[in-house]
């Protein structure tokens, strides 16, 4: 640890109103630092977890459990949304704030994810894993310098995606966060192709920053339906440290106000971290960075001492609808769990009998008024408040988790944090 | 309306701590009365509506939203609970109040109903409606005098429930409120039948009170699992007035806290108000009345002036989840639905575009933050968010719906209240 303190950094720009990032370095943990990210819909304290609001909900929850588990922003997505309901109808109710409800922040991906998903076959769960086979290409019709042209899964009818038509989707939702439109490459495809796939994505990205720096459709410069939007440019590149250090050179010259992390992260944990780590180091300055898709436990422990200031996965919400409870490492421990992860599978049969609460210490309305045995009960009756009430917590453990880590920083270790969470 | 004011009875039973019923007469509107049904864990307004938790959750909802909305009081089923956890495991945790989160009053009925639905073939549906031909008996194995053998749907396992089970069951599960085992006597069934099993339904009322002032298994006469319980009886005799005269002789005689009107009620609903009311006429003293599984909008309005206190029905909360949401009748004219109960189905394509609220009266979380339009959307996207707002509101309706009659049976007239939520 140094003694020697780093000063806060303060980045805001003139023609953003309403955002700003205030970071305090943590020089005991590398790259970390506690921020304060201010948006036109508040304040997010980071380290964050952003949870994933796919179709403009958090799945299972209404928003006013969302906030009162600790919620600080949620992740929506141009793809889905503009397939249904179609962002004009967003638009129509003043952006996804007033459409759903949630009055805090919000961030939407462009799109281009599932997108790529589609056309690489699963992309989502390969990012993370080390399946090198390719899927036969499902839904995705062309991929051309204009964009991409799919077909809708709602109706069947064929659709364009561009980086002038994801700007659009995104300026009509109005999220305070909005992302570039990208190529997000596997880990399957070689490095001629990521080579390629970056170029085009750089391409993409310029024209991206004009559509949003110029006016659109009914919107201001910059702005969306539900007023200023901080647009966050995307880096790729793969497991190549050359490709993510050309891509971050570029995207320091560009008038984001953040960035973020995606595309393949190679094929296991380790290299996972490795690039996070490379790719945000060409990152890293006075502005947030992202990881797209990346937020397990583990994993937020090991990148925010690479400057990694949020994180979004789906797997807490959707562990939850599943039947799995998030725990401190030592719960899990006392009930014979040894996972990387700790959590409980409250389907399995040794919590049939068991009166006590999943965790006395989290806040959840779960933990504080029933019990692993109702839950339990509620699981095997394939009843919904199951998946509520998990989703719920999980929500609110993520928080904890996420709230500890803010903690060890300020206090100038995140050892503590790391051990009541992952144990050992 | 008379001028004469009618004396407020109150009605206490000095064996029973916690309990009494405090009744104020409305003569402007036949029986009704306006009650205050005070239980161990809470009082009940009347006339109230009982919300269905079947497997001890309200389904779709979190307790803290079932009481947000207005809720006073649940009913639970002792069929269901004995099937999965299992009564025992529910006593283990103090009685269904601590083992579900919900801390206000509960109501459990026998199990009675259930079993002959399975015996007679979707009984509950037929005692509402007109279908006349016996359909197969599916899970039932034997009825005999001493009660009724039936095969478990969950392990296919024989379950043998008798008046002295039921009642055992109801001391674990340790409802405020819990209910004679009787048999429910469908409409397709001739009146040689009806007689016989009125027969066997009181003689099996004697044997749940014989359970019910003895110590049973754990549990001091008149207690369950969470203390004092009201035990009511069980009006049966099928459409026939002298058989439900005959039933409420015997049970005015009985100890009962308060009665309950089951079984057949006709096969319209005209036929359905005349036998309430001759059926509840019998009944009608200082204690309270239950109407069971009935509990449509104009029903409440019918049957309150017939003397009725409580009504239950799973229709509200199980429209919701199908995408119905109960309104006022002007709202439902001005989206050109004119029902006998007002309700929009808003997985209609008409309300795609719809940015305001279901109702803007209405004070519950989808109608404070959401619009018709985002509720299409989730339904469209089969998200259980839509189920979720869908319950809350149809649960804040009923209870503004009851609250509107109350407060016209306290101002003297119901008319304002059935104009409003009936129109005409």
Chains 1, 2 share one sequence.
């Not at 939702?173 to 439109?181: K, V």
Request: glycine share 10%; charged share 20%.
């Amino acid at each position: 640890m140094t003694d020697q303190k780093a000063p806060t950094t303060i980045w805001e720009d003139p023609e953003l109103p309403g955002f700003r990032f205030e970071a305090t370095p943590c020089p005991a943990h590398g790259k970390a630092r506690l921020g304060w990210l201010q948006t036109p819909h508040g304040v997010v304290e980071t380290p964050a977890f952003i949870f994933c609001g796919t179709k403009a909900n958090v799945k299972a929850v209404p928003m006013s459990s969302v906030k009162s588990t600790g919620t600080q922003i949620i992740l929506s997505n141009t793809y889905h949304l503009m397939l249904q309901p179609g962002s004009q109808i967003v638009a129509d109710h003043g952006g996804l704030h007033k459409f759903s409800g949630w009055d805090g922040p919000f961030l939407t991906d462009s799109g281009g994810f599932q997108v790529f998903s589609l056309a690489h076959g699963g992309v989502a769960d390969e990012i993370k894993s080390a399946r090198k086979t390719e899927r036969p290409k499902k839904d995705v019709l062309r991929i051309t310098e204009e964009g991409v042209a799919f077909r809708s899964y709602i109706d069947g009818s064929r659709v364009m995606l561009t980086p002038e038509s994801s700007i659009r989707v995104q300026r009509q939702l109005g999220a305070d966060i909005i992302l570039t439109f990208d190529e997000c490459t596997p880990f399957h495809v070689d490095r001629n192709y990521t080579e390629a796939s970056l170029a085009r994505t750089q391409r993409w990205t310029e024209r991206s920053i004009a559509s949003y720096l110029q006016p659109v459709d009914d919107y201001a410069p910059r702005h969306g339906s539900a007023g200023a939007q901080g647009l966050y440019g995307i880096s790729q590149g793969g497991v190549y440290p050359d490709l993510r250090k050309r891509a971050a050179e570029t995207l320091r010259t560009q008038p984001f106000f953040g960035y973020a992390v995606g595309g393949s992260l190679g094929n296991s944990k380790s290299q996972m971290y490795e690039v996070v780590e490379f790719a945000s180091e060409g990152l890293h300055c006075e502005k947030p960075i992202h990881l797209l898709g990346i937020g397990g436990i583990e994993d937020i422990f090991r990148c925010v001492p690479y400057g990694i200031d949020t994180f979004d996965c789906v797997s807490p919400t959707r562990a939850a609808r599943h039947g799995w409870a998030l725990v401190p490492a030592q719960i899990a421990a006392d009930c014979g769990v040894h996972k990387r992860e700790p959590a409980l599978n409250l389907r399995n049969a040794t919590f049939r009998h068991d009166v006590t609460p999943i965790d006395p210490d989290c806040p959840c309305e779960a933990c504080r008024t029933v019990s692993r045995s109702y839950l339990h009960h509620l699981l095997k009756a394939r009843e919904t408040l199951a998946q509520i009430l998990l989703t719920m917590h999980n929500i609110a453990t993520m928080n904890r988790v996420m709230a500890d880590v803010r903690a060890g920083l300020a206090g100038g270790s995140l050892e503590p944090a790391r051990r009541i969470w992952l144990g050992g």
